[in-house]
């Protein structure tokens, strides 16, 4: 049975303690967060997990086989270094990996010295119709010239202390929410960016929120457009006030012989009783033309375990294997560093209004 310790306890904390707790061969072992009551709710969730009072008690628990970072953003890079300076374990760290370009050296010490597995936390990759969609999507279009991919969805949600109200906190929405598209976009090209252009802000959300004398400056709204090196090109669309949308993602892949897309609608807690939104991919050929849409039905216990679709479990499972010694690392440092260089540069080109050469 392998021992994981959790640092973090908020609500995607819980989500991640849930998911563990579903693993044939692992269990939530020791837990710690600032906050006591999220701590003590937690190791309960965790079925009487041990509560830690730091971060350096957690790590030097002799019992343990791995960690999960799920802390405020801009918090991560100063635990990865906390925890090497204590353990070499392998770790499962949330998204995004880091918030401020001057983090930037210190990762890349972390990752020259650490002796053991990192794995970013980009739980879109493994939602099973986003999965499927990867899987099929080069065998459909003959090879992706045109992604797009668009998330129409509700505002951030409450955290403790309002930590994501604020961008010195998040590294921006570009940063915190869109991390995940921007890895998608490199995983399904199969291609680096090389110039971005954007234009994106706060449209209608938390405009009216106080937070000691402050204004929320997170933005809820934009577009993001990629050049990619294999001369592919990709596009985001964001708004965060969108609830009543029947998807809350759509992700469609155009190349010479197809496209192929997907249809997400948004967490299953917050649609209202009896309506039941499958997921579904569609696969549509040039020649014959013949489009065929399939429901993606998501496992229900894997529904009530979170908020992503069942991701957060199958991501787990291949996590699971890492620390088990029997697989590599799928979502690398450099994919999350990556997505997050992804995300910083559209925030610059929307607030400075140019283009940017990656």
């Known amino acids: 049975m392998k021992k994981y310790g959790i640092i973090g ?37 965790a079925g009487g997990a041990v509560i830690r009072s730091s971060i350096e008690q957690l790590v030097a628990d002799p019992d343990l086989d791995a960690i999960v970072i799920v802390s405020p953003n801009f918090l991560h890079v100063d635990q990865l270094e906390i925890i090497a300076s204590h353990a070499t374990l392998p770790i499962l760290c949330e998204k995004p ?57 509700f505002p951030f949600l409450p955290k403790i202390g309002n930590w994501n109200r604020f961008s010195e906190n998040t590294g921006g929405t570009m940063v915190e929410k869109c991390c995940h598209f921007f890895d998608l ?41 990629f050049d990619f090196d294999n001369g592919a090109r990709a596009m985001l669309e ?24 997907c249809r997400l609608p948004g ?30 039905p998501i496992d229900e216990t894997l529904l009530m375990a979170g908020d992503h679709h069942g991701s957060t479990f199958y991501q787990h499972e291949r996590f699971l294997d890492v620390v088990r010694g029997e697989a590599k690392v799928e979502v690398t440092l450099t ?19 140019c283009v940017i050469d990656l």
């Open 97 to 153: 990996l880091y918030t401020d370009p001057g983090q930037v050296d210190r990762l890349a010490r972390f990752e020259k010295s650490y002796g053991a597995p990192v794995w970013v936390a980009m739980e879109y990759r493994y939602m099973p119709p986003i999965a499927k969609l990867i899987e099929q999507c080069d065998a459909v279009t003959g090879g992706v010239k045109m992604l797009s991919i668009r998330e129409h969805r």
């Open 9 to 45: 306890c908020g609500m995607m904390g819980l989500e991640h303690i849930e998911n563990i707790n579903l693993l044939e061969g692992a269990m939530v072992h020791t837990v710690y967060d600032p906050v006591a009551e999220l701590a003590k709710l937690a190791a309960v969730r």
């Open 335 to 353: 994919d999350g560093r990556r997505a997050v260089e992804m995300g910083l540069a559209a925030q610059t080109a929307a607030t400075d209004h």
């Open 267 to 296: 967490p299953h807690r917050f649609w209202p009783a009896g309506i039941d939104l499958i997921p579904q991919l569609t696969t549509a050929p040039r020649s014959p033309k013949n489009p065929v849409t399939i429901d993606v």
């Open 185 to 225: 976009m490199r995983l399904i090209t199969g291609a680096e960016p090389i110039r971005v252009s954007a234009t994106a802000g706060q449209a209608v959300n938390h405009l009216a929120e106080r937070y000691e004398g402050r204004t929320p400056d997170i933005w809820d709204s934009g577009y993001v457009l």
């Open 238 to 261: 964001l708004c965060m006030f969108a609830d009543g949308s029947q998807w809350n993602e759509e992700i469609s892949a155009v190349g010479a012989k197809g496209k192929i897309e």
